[in-house]
């Protein structure tokens, strides 16, 4: 009986410890889909004066975006991501409660590009999934969420199309000097992971982007004291690499 126990016990420790080394087989992983971005300019918003935060979100002026790239995990919760997205930023006065700015109308739209590498955090373990079936889809399972933040940095390249670059008025001016169409951006937020099998999973990704810029819109106030950003909100679909011996991904 003492036998049986000694090695059902063995037992357990060997495939708890092979399960819990199993993310290393799949450290690798390609990210791609769809998505939508916010402008955080000096341009539109809510009422009150323009900030970052969700009371300055102007639904109508959401533009689409497109994104792929890469994932390798370093350690179980702690993973590196490279990512590429292109998409479209507007904004416009007209749509904006604010007086003051409702009456100087001024809009813009225009191309984004970004490329960002990123630190990710998992606040609890990753789960796989069931291996080869899409029975995570037919019925919900929670403990198939994963949840993480990230933080990183990255360069984003911007041509704003701006209806009137040159305003000016009594009470505000605006400055005309020319400004360069690239500037750091640094991505922070939350995303979600839900595993479908042991290869496939779907994302959800909510962040904002904070840039040293203050040209996204191609405008800038000669009161204005902040610098542009953006938000962003991501779908996607994950698709892990198993790794070989090497060390390498094996596609």
């Known amino acids: 009986m003492k036998k ?27 990210i791609y889909g769809l998505g939508i971005n916010i402008a955080m300019t000096d341009l539109g918003g809510g009422p009150g004066e323009g900030g970052f935060g969700f009371k300055d979100i102007d639904i109508s002026q959401t533009r689409p975006g497109i994104y792929g790239g890469f994932r390798y995990k370093f350690k179980e919760r702690l993973a590196g991501k490279f990512l590429l997205s292109f998409g479209w930023l507007a904004g416009n006065d007209a749509m904006t409660p604010e007086e003051s700015r409702n009456g100087r109308n001024i809009s813009f739209s225009g191309p984004l590009l970004e490329t960002s590498v990123v630190g990710e955090y998992s606040l609890m373990r990753e789960r796989l999934g069931s291996r080869y079936t899409f029975s995570n889809i037919r019925r919900f399972k929670m403990k198939y969420i994963n949840t993480y933040v990230f933080a990183g940095i990255g360069m984003i390249a911007f041509w704003p199309n701006n209806s009137n670059p040159t305003y000016k008025s009594n009470s505000e001016k605006g400055k005309t000097k020319s400004f360069s169409h690239v500037a750091a951006a640094f991505p922070i937020g939350i995303g979600f992971k839900y595993g479908i099998n042991r290869k496939l999973g779907v994302s959800l990704e909510m962040g904002g982007r904070f840039t040293t810029t203050d040209y996204l819109d191609g405008h800038s106030d000669t009161y204005s004291t902040s610098r542009d950003g953006y938000l962003t909100v991501m779908v996607g679909l994950n698709y892990k690499l198993k790794t070989a011996r090497s060390g390498l991904p094996r596609f």
């Open 4 to 30: 049986i126990i000694l090695l059902l016990t063995i037992s357990f420790i060997v495939f708890s410890e092979a399960d819990a080394q199993r993310w290393k087989r799949v450290r690798y992983e390609l």
